[in-house]
């Protein structure tokens, strides 16, 4: 790497990015640096501040898909035997709204702040392989569409222009319709159309993309903090990105296994889980689990990083008990894969798993409630600033806790064989990714939108977001609770009357347009935080970790020179502690700071996942040539992998200090 | 700051009155299928331990919740504060290790009643209460069976029930009847995709699992000794024995609603069953009806009924003998359904239809019909039989009845036309449904 770079050295070393100039690569191609087109330069970006931004927008899109999905759903299920939508579509439904909110919102919300934030939180420049991340996001946009690309054969299909023939001939659901978890054997061929073909291959995509990102960080954060940065030192988020990654490098193989051999069973005729073959459906609930489990720690970690950044900086306080906080943290991502089986207390475990398994998850209450202590603890003493990001991790703590409860309940297997499949279950997990995850996730984008594009909230939107957001979700699922206690069963697409359900399911109803404009409203103040915020300065909250120290937003570079950190909340420490716990910066040695340089190549590769998915899916439903589209999309894959290796890292210098 | 608060203030009030309309709008939980009104051990057990999980978790949440409010409130900035910064405190090992040690107590509290739980649930009891060689009225026990509890078969479809008596020699579907007060061991078997049986008021749930042999144990209404020990009842052996009847009769015997729980497809909302638990005797008669079966229309025997369907059906007239022939006939019912005494209709595929009449709901507990006292209701019999046979893909979209039009009810394709089904014509089905409503 440093050959290539010392090469081209010479020729940036003007002191002036104006006449930065693009190189050609090794492939004798103009690598697309310095561009003028904004599309071009957003495209081949290598920065994690436009990777992690591209990650939020494309995941509030998606979260904005699911909800309204969702709302379907409820209106659907506002009175019984509504006939608004088909058993079909419903199953379709509440199949791709699960699916979307794990894998298209939340995860990449989370892959959102981990891109913006790790490498200004540590003092880096960038994450350790640029272009790596910038694969990783272009893989989550193929999977995305390829998951979703059933939407359009179903519109085909409802006009009469599309049905399936070859191997899944005479099924019509080409959206996946068998549930997010996708229990065998309703995945096999004889019972679900290609739906279950694109969920496959779409699931595959997303992994290979989660995949590449956690290592990214997992070797950034260990490789790449600042001088001083101890991992003791480190903010608590950055700490819970890389629990969060180590969890993902070891859950995702279990999936990925799982996805292959479901795909051999649909696709070459293999048994893995068909009984007649001698395969057992239930190897796909252990596999799928121990993947699922740890997702759910997946999706929350980062949270809990969230507010424990949020819930200090508000109260003037450092975090209570950071070591242990931290620690618990990892000890949740540990217990995650020692729990997966409370997910299957009613398929006849027998006596001594069903036992273990229900005082593992008791145990993984306690490090999970260490963490909620420790939060109170930081406020207690404290002097308690009610600004918008505090007010949504107030909320998080509140309704995380209730989620948290419900979950104590499902942990003592015999009263779980009566909530499990229940609406009661879905009242427990939304109160955790609403409750719990939404609302942190609220919480970071009121506290850190303001770095990320360097204008201040405007008004008090805010604490009408809050109102409706945290009313709507308990309207919502506070009645679910009792829905499933008088026996509704979960992933139904209508009731009959006279089992008690009707008046909960309306108020239920009711409840999700109360959160849906919720989210509307916050989608409104991010438009005006954005369009006509006032300028809002690098440190508008008072703030305590590294991100604060530098320009809002921060410069490509992010930090003219590298930090040399001395203290844990290393800006606060700078602000308000003595002397000695000031942040130092590095001496300019007049080398200037090594940017990489911008790439098609991580994208090229990543869209080719979009013709092998597509193709391998569509073969599946009878289209034929899909066989050659997914030889293509390999062939992509690997030309682009290629390109990548042989075009060479180039890169530039930039002089901040001297453009000063 | 003072908006906020006000804000925040009306926030509170508003989710505290939604919440109490959502609580005490639908105050009744003694419904249908409701885990509150238990009816035997199982969920009574399984009750028990959530109220303890609702106890603990309470106290847990009042405590620190009550804290978190408490430093909210107390530790609020306020307006124009000049106070000096707030002490930077990094935590206090002593206060984690206490609140540690309190979490896994609280734990221990639900850990240990769990177990016992778990063992409990799990093992269908051998009591001499259930054995059925000691209390069930009728004959002709398998042998060996009779020092077992009552066994039961039941077999997931999408999207019916199938429930065989293999002690019993007896096959019925959808609607299961059940001893009171005696334990039955499921055995739980799927032929297509995971089901999951719940029968909420008697016992949480265990799945049906393809390529799976899982079972579980039921028991409507507590056995004598616990029954005894229970209510604390005295008196000689005979009225002891009197009263405990009349708790069975008073508080047991009912019609139980259950329904799928594990997502099986199309129509799993629509894959019911229900649960009649009788007394011994009443259970007795009822195996009696289904071994003998029916004769053939007009108490005729089939042999005779058969001799004049295959030489002159002209001959067999009236509502029933005109069903009678759709059924086995155009209608092709016997390919699939099988009712005893009928020598001819022994299909497999479909529902066992022996005294379908008999039972208070069709299409796997969908269609109902009884009146509020659990009481047949003939009319909307006919008319449920009726709207099952012309429109069994919207009772319950995809299922097999409908799908297998180019098998089982072949001859009903149209030829001009080999998508479209041929359907029976209106009298037709008018006929079978008499005919139905005649197998009691």
């Known amino acids: 790497m440093s050959t290539v770079t010392e090469t081209h050295e010479p020729s940036t070393h003007t002191g002036d990015k104006h006449v930065l100039k693009p190189e050609r690569s090794n492939l004798g191609l103009m690598r697309p640096d310095h561009n003028k087109s904004v599309l071009v330069d957003w495209l081949t970006t290598v920065d994690h501040k436009k990777i992690g931004i591209m990650y939020g927008a494309i995941a509030l899109f998606f979260l904005l898909v699911g909800g309204l999905e969702a709302l379907i759903i409820r209106t659907q299920l506002a009175f019984p035997e509504n006939d608004l939508i088909s058993a079909q579509r419903y199953n379709q439904l509440f199949t791709m709204h699960g699916t979307t909110m794990i894998f298209l919102a939340i995860m990449p919300l989370n892959a959102a702040f981990f891109n913006f934030l790790v490498p200004l939180q540590i003092g880096a420049r960038d994450v350790a392989f640029p272009r790596i991340n910038s694969f990783s996001l272009w893989a989550f946009v193929a999977g995305a569409l390829v998951l979703n690309f059933g939407w359009v054969l179903q519109a085909l299909e409802v006009m009469g222009l599309f049905s399936a023939s070859g191997p899944t001939a005479g099924m019509n659901d080409f959206v996946p319709s068998m549930g997010w978890f996708g229990y065998a054997p309703i995945t096999g061929k004889e019972f679900t159309g290609a739906g279950t073909d694109f969920w496959i291959m779409g699931l595959q995509i997303l992994g290979i993309a989660s995949l590449s990102a956690a290592m990214n960080f997992v070797v950034t954060i260990i490789n790449m903090r600042a001088p001083g940065m101890k991992m003791m030192r480190m903010p608590v988020f950055t700490w819970m990105t890389l629990v969060v990654s180590l969890l993902i490098v070891f859950a995702f193989p279990a999936i990925t296994i799982a996805l292959a051999q479901l795909m051999f069973d649909r696709t070459f005729g293999t048994s893995f889980f068909v009984t007649a073959g001698g395969g057992q459906p239930i190897l796909w609930q252990h596999l799928f689990w121990i993947f699922g489990h740890p997702e759910v720690y997946i999706l929350v970690l980062p949270a809990m990083g969230i507010v424990s950044e949020v819930l200090p900086a508000f109260s003037k306080k450092p975090l209570f008990g950071y070591a242990i906080v931290v620690f618990s943290g990892a000890v949740i991502g540990f217990l995650g894969f020692a729990v997966w089986s409370h997910h299957m207390f009613t398929t006849g475990l027998g006596k001594v798993a069903t036992a273990a398994f229900s005082l593992l998850t008791m145990a993984i209450a306690v490090p999970t409630g260490v963490k909620i202590f420790n939060w109170v603890g930081t406020l207690w003493g404290g002097r308690v600033r009610f600004a918008p990001p505090m007010i949504f991790a107030l909320g998080f703590v509140w309704m995380f806790m209730m989620g948290g409860f419900s979950g104590i309940m499902h942990s003592s297997a015999p009263a779980d064989a009566q909530q499990q499949d229940s609406y009661f279950v879905i009242a427990h997990f939304h109160y955790v990714a609403i409750g719990g995850i939404f609302l942190a996730v609220v919480s970071g984008i009121y506290f850190w939108l303001p770095k990320i594009v360097g204008k201040m909230w405007k008004g008090k939107l805010s604490t009408w977001v809050a109102i409706f957001a945290t009313v709507g979700l308990n309207v919502t699922f506070f009645p679910m609770h009792f829905l499933g206690l008088i026996g509704m069963p979960r992933r139904t697409h209508t009731y009959l009357e006279g089992f008690g359900w009707e008046t909960y399911n309306l108020i239920c109803t009711i409840g999700a347009y109360i959160l849906a404009f919720g989210i509307l409203l916050l989608v409104v103040d991010i438009i005006r935080c954005i369009r006509s915020g006032e300028p809002a300065g690098d440190d508008p909250w008072d703030a305590r970790t590294l991100e604060w120290a530098t320009t809002s937003p921060p410069q490509v570079y992010n930090f003219g020179r590298t930090p040399v950190i001395t203290a844990r909340d290393a800006l606060w420490e700078h602000k308000h502690g003595p002397e000695n716990r000031r942040i130092q910066y590095e001496e300019d040695d007049g080398h200037g700071i090594h940017m990489p340089s911008q790439s098609w190549m991580p994208m090229i590769a990543s869209l080719g996942f979009v013709p092998l998915g597509l193709g391998l899916s569509l073969k599946q439903a009878g289209v034929p040539y899909m066989g050659y589209v997914a030889i293509f999309g390999l062939f992509m894959i690997s030309l682009g992998i290629a390109l990548w290796a042989i075009e060479g890292p180039g890169g530039y210098h930039l002089h901040p200090e001297e453009e000063k | ?440």
């Not at chain 2, 000096?84 to 309190?102: F, R, T």
């Not at chain 2, 005779?304 to 007239?317: G, I, K, Q, R, V």
């Open chain 2, 1 to 440: 700051m003072k908006k906020l608060t006000h804000g925040l203030t009306r926030f509170t009030s508003l989710a505290l009155a939604l919440l109490a309309i959502a609580f005490f709008g639908g105050c009744d939980v003694n419904t249908r299928m409701s885990t509150f009104d238990t009816k035997g051990p199982i969920a009574e057990t399984q009750l028990d331990l959530f109220w303890l999980t609702v106890w603990v978790t309470t106290f847990i949440f009042i405590v620190v919740g009550g804290v978190f409010l408490v430093a909210i409130v107390k530790f609020r900035e306020r307006p124009n504060d000049t106070s000096p910064m707030p002490a930077q405190g990094h935590g206090n090992p002593l206060v984690e290790i206490g609140l540690i040690g309190a979490s896994v107590l609280l734990l221990v509290i639900i850990a240990v009643p769990t177990l016992q739980a778990i063992w409990y649930t799990h093992d269908t009891p051998t009591d001499e209460h259930s054995k059925l060689g000691n209390w069930y009225p009728g004959e002709d026990l398998a042998e060996g069976s009779e020092d077992e509890v009552l066994i039961i078969r039941v077999i997931g479809y999408r999207w019916w029930w199938e429930f065989e008596y293999p002690q019993l020699g007896i096959n019925t579907a959808n609607e299961m009847v059940i001893p009171s007060g005696r334990a039955v061991h499921l055995e739980l078997r799927s032929v297509d995709v995971i089901h999951s049986f719940w029968l909420p008021r008697i016992a949480g749930k265990v799945d049906l699992i393809p390529g799976r042999a899982n079972a579980m144990w039921i028991q409507a209404g507590d056995n004598f000794a616990s029954w005894a020990e229970k209510s604390g009842a005295e008196g000689s052996e005979l009225e002891l024995q009197t009263a405990y009847q009349k708790y069975l009769k008073d508080e047991i015997h009912d019609y139980y609603y259950g329904q799928c729980a594990e997502y099986c497809g199309d129509s799993h909302a629509r894959m019911l069953f229900r649960s009649t638990a009788v007394s011994d005797d009443e259970f007795a008669a009822w195996v009696d009806s289904q071994r003998v079966g029916h004769t053939a229309p007009e108490g005729k025997s089939w042999d005779e009924w058969y001799a004049a369907y295959d030489s002159n059906p002209e001959l067999l007239t009236g509502d029933i003998n005109e069903g009678a022939k759709v059924f086995m006939g155009r209608g092709k019912c016997i390919a699939c359904h099988a009712v005893t005494g009928n020598p001819r209709a022994v299909g497999v595929a479909g529902p066992d239809l022996t005294n379908v009449g008999d039972r208070l709901s069709i299409a796997s507990g969908w269609l109902n019909h009884h009146t509020e006292e659990d009481v047949l209701d003939e009319e909307k019999q006919y008319d449920n039989f009726v709207k099952w046979l012309k429109h069994t893909d919207d009772v319950k979209p995809g299922n097999l009845m409908w799908k297998s039009k180019g098998n089982g009810i072949g001859e009903l394709i149209d030829p001009e036309d080999p998508e479209k089904i041929k359907l029976l014509t209106d009298e037709e089905i008018n006929y079978l449904a008499r005919y139905l409503q005649s197998l009691k």
